[in-house]
């Protein structure tokens, strides 16, 4: 499985900016699809996941301004991303966990700067 994140950028505070990540291999059955962050100087941190079922969760950070979203028929994952603060500020990675397999892929990172 290989994963491939477009739509990184610089943008203003209170900006918005949309995330993809298209997947492509092997890719089929049951997983999580999911965007990770890390800035500098920090650890990685799960930002937002979503399921094969619908199922959805998100940091506290970004709860009420990012919205992931995704298009099983494509393998295609988004991230919306509205009110960006400073604090958003890192790459992005984009990651799949295969439930059969139990495998997790990463996507190459996508820097998100947000800066006026």
């Known amino acids: 499985v290989q994963l491939q994140a477009f739509g990184g950028g610089l943008v203003q505070p209170g900006g918005s900016l949309r995330l993809a990540c298209a997947a492509s291999?092997?890719?089929?059955?049951?997983?999580?699809m999911a965007w990770y962050r890390q800035a500098p100087g920090k650890q990685r941190e799960l930002v937002a996941g979503?399921?094969?079922?619908?199922?959805?969760d998100y940091a506290a950070s970004v709860k009420g301004r990012f919205t992931i979203s995704r298009d099983d028929a494509n393998y295609t994952v988004y991230l919306q991303m509205n009110n960006l603060m400073p604090e958003d500020t890192a790459v992005y990675y984009c990651?799949?966990?295969?439930?059969?397999?139990?495998?997790?892929?990463w996507g190459q990172g996508t820097l998100v700067t947000v800066s006026s």
């Open positions: 979503s399921t094969t079922g619908g199922n959805t």
């Open positions: 291999g092997n890719v089929r059955g049951v997983n999580i």
């Open positions: 990651n799949l966990v295969d439930f059969n397999s139990g495998t997790w892929y």
